[in-house]
């Protein structure tokens, strides 16, 4: 077992006040790293902090160290790390353009394409990765906008599968989908999980205990628990865990 990231006694504030408290926590390479927890408990702030989305907001400050690999994230250029660590918000916002022109975006403003012929075997294998291929094969060039909401967001899964990152980042991500939608985002993460490192925040445990290898439980700023999936779901160590998971909670 490799971890690809670690976090170390990392606190997390806004205008001082702790949101995320002394946290220790290690991400496997390969796995599905499920976070679960209510509303406020810092899922989003633990995310953000882990590709350094929140170092612009003048409000927030952390104490603590990251890793990937054994790089601490707080000392690598900002464009290295975004690179190596993509993010997926809830609602999917494709941009105003074609299929195909939204997947070669990121990578052409990376400077991440060194021949031209070499954007269309981008785009397919972004394509292919994040199960949508098959839907829109014979219309990359028409616009990104006219799709449903669940290509739409396997559309921006495939944004960020072009630009070769190692690790992805889920906030929700189906929070917006109906059934069959969110049945073909797990189904694409599931197949992702070959090649990346996946860390999902999910607001669903059914969706945690479907596709993830281990699952954390935050409350409150504070890791509560964390363990197999398998484990955590059926025989919780600690009460609050069995009190969320079963929907006793609040
Ligand atoms: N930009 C911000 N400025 C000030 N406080 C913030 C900011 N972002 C989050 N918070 C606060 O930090 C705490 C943790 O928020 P966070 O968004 O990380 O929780 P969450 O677990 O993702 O919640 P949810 O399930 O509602 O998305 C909350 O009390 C929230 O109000
Ligand atoms: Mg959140």
Known sequence: MVNKIKVENLSCYYNKKCVLESL????????????IGPASSGKTTFLRT?????DLDITYSRKGDVYLDDNNIFDMKMESLRKRVGML????????????????YAPKRLGLITRESYQDTIVEQALKD?????????????????????????????????????????????SGLDPVSTAKVEESMLELKQKYTIVLVTNNVKQASRVSD????????????????ARLFVSPKEKATEDYITGRFG
């Open 89 to 104: 918000f809830a609602m999917p916002i494709p941009l105003p353009m074609s299929i195909y022109e939204n997947i070669i």
């Open 50 to 54: 882990l590709n350094r989305m929140n």
């Open 130 to 174: 994040a199960s949508l291929w098959n839907e829109v094969k014979d219309r990359l060039n028409s616009s990104a906008t006219r799709m449903s909401g669940g290509q739409q967001q396997r559309l921006c899964i495939a944004r960020i599968l072009a630009v070769n990152p190692e690790v992805i980042l889920f906030d929700e991500p189906c």
């Open 24 to 35: 220790n926590i290690n991400v496997v390479q390969n796995e599905i790293l499920s976070v």
């Open 214 to 229: 281990r699952t954390a439980f935050f409350l409150m700023g504070k890791l509560v628990e964390i363990d197999k999936t």
